[in-house]
């Protein structure tokens, strides 16, 4: 297949871009190194949103009213369920520190048009069971859900190919050569590939694909670990999350998924007990069925964070046909339609409904172009 545009990356924004474009008729070939959803992806909470935490920056806000509503519709066109489990968001105090912090994040939510809910210890306790006596309040937010983000990936990439999109795995970008302004070809470990359009949506590793292209992409790896029990029966479909930004749900197959912790200490994917401690045991706590579950897998992964934790996406300086898409953060998950949107229309006509000026490389002064 001759694609017109190469996406480099398999991670829930490489696979959105590829769905996106390959409704608009393009043809896309999604390049990969490893496997599907080998990097940060395959170890999110994949909890989606909106209005969430610590405060959604005001430039994101639409995209994130947009993209929730587009995955949430996705299913429509994919073949497989993406075992999306609509339940709402349960933010949990334990002191009165944490009671304080709640409290902002339902002001925010409200700022997004949120009709959530601030409950005292009982009230929330008779929302969600599961949490311990030792829970003094909560903000119910009722627009949010989780998904299996293998599935999202999958579904994104299975309606792509029904339609003009392939993926290859096992295929490593080295360089991508620029001539005249325009895309010479991209050299992989399996030789060169051509297209017109690249798509670089390589996560944290991002900045690794300019080596002869001379800019500076300030994108960081942000290190997250996390825990998966082993299943047992449906306890609740709602995602708890703590102070500290320590997250748990459970899968559709009834595993407890606990992640957090945000890390700046490279490309290190050791899991580290220390760590493990600090995030495991208010959860423990607040919620007791944890301490009777086996854990059977622990994992990390890799946020790609920008200088000032806004995506990038759009063109580079120097080669408009090289779209960048990623610096997601800790929140590629909620992003990935309105990013994959954004792309596909920047493509196909030159500009995008979306708003993103917020979000061009540019802002990084620093940059520089050959
Ligand atoms: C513990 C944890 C919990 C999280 N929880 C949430 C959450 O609840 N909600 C939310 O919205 N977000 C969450 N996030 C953030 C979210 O998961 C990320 O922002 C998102 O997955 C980033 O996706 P991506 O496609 O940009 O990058 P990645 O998923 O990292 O994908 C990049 C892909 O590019 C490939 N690649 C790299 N270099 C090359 C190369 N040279 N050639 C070919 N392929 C290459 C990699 O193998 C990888 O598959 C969480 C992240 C973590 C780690």
Redesign the pocket.
């Known amino acids: 297949m001759k694609a017109d545009v190469i996406i480099?990356?398999?991670?829930?924004?490489?696979?959105?871009c590829a769905y996106y474009l390959s409704r608009r008729g393009i043809r896309v070939l999604v390049?990969?190194?490893?496997?599907?959803?080998?990097?940060?992806?395959?170890?999110?909470?994949?909890?989606?949103?909106v209005g969430?935490t610590s405060g959604t920056p005001e430039p994101l806000r639409p995209f994130n009213m947009e993209s929730h509503r587009l995955i949430e519709n996705l299913e429509q066109d994919f073949e497989k369920p993406m075992e999306m489990i609509r339940g709402g968001s349960l933010f949990v105090a334990l002191n009165e520190q944490e009671v304080q912090e709640i409290r902002s994040y339902y002001e925010h939510a409200r700022l997004m048009g949120i009709d959530g809910k601030l409950l005292d210890g009982s009230e929330a306790r008779r929302l969600e069971p599961l949490l311990s006596p030792c829970v003094a309040a909560a903000f119910y937010n009722p627009v949010s859900y989780?998904v299996n983000?293998f599935r999202l990936?999958a579904g994104y990439l299975d309606a792509a190919a029904q339609r003009c999109g392939k993926v290859e795995y096992g295929?490593?970008?080295?360089d991508i050569i620029v001539q005249k302004g325009r895309i010479d070809r991209v050299v992989?470990n399996r030789g060169d590939f051509h297209a017109e359009w690249v798509v670089a949506?390589?996560?944290?590793?991002?900045p690794?694909?300019f080596k002869s292209v001379d800019i500076a992409v300030p994108i960081v790896p942000?290190?997250?670990?996390?825990i998966l029990t082993e299943a047992c029966d449906r306890l609740t479909n709602l995602?708890l999350s703590f102070s500290n930004h320590v997250?748990l749900?459970q899968t559709e197959s009834g595993n407890f998924y606990l992640?957090?912790?945000t890390e700046f200490a490279g490309f290190e994917d050791r899991i580290t007990f220390e760590k493990m401690a600090a995030f495991t045991d208010v959860p423990a706590r607040a919620v007791p069925i944890l301490g009777r579950l086996r854990a059977i897998r622990f994992?990390?992964?890799?946020?790609?964070i920008s200088g000032d934790e806004l995506p990038i996406i759009g063109p580079i300086p120097g080669c408009p046909k090289i779209i960048i898409?990623?610096?997601?953060?800790?929140?590629?998950?909620?992003?990935?339609a309105s990013t994959g949107k954004a792309v596909s229309e920047l493509i196909a006509d030159g500009t995008t409904e979306l708003s993103i000026e917020a979000f061009q490389l540019k802002r990084f002064q620093k940059n520089k172009q050959k």
């Open positions: 480099i990356g398999a991670g829930v924004i490489g696979t959105a390049l990969e190194r490893s496997h599907l959803c080998a990097g940060a992806t395959g170890a999110t909470a994949a909890i989606i949103s969430g989780h983000p990936c295929v490593e970008v080295q992989t949506a390589a996560g944290a590793w991002t690794q694909l942000a290190r997250g670990q996390a995602s997250y749900r992640g957090s912790q994992f990390a992964g890799f946020r790609p898409a990623s610096g997601h953060g800790k929140t590629g998950m909620r992003y990935s």
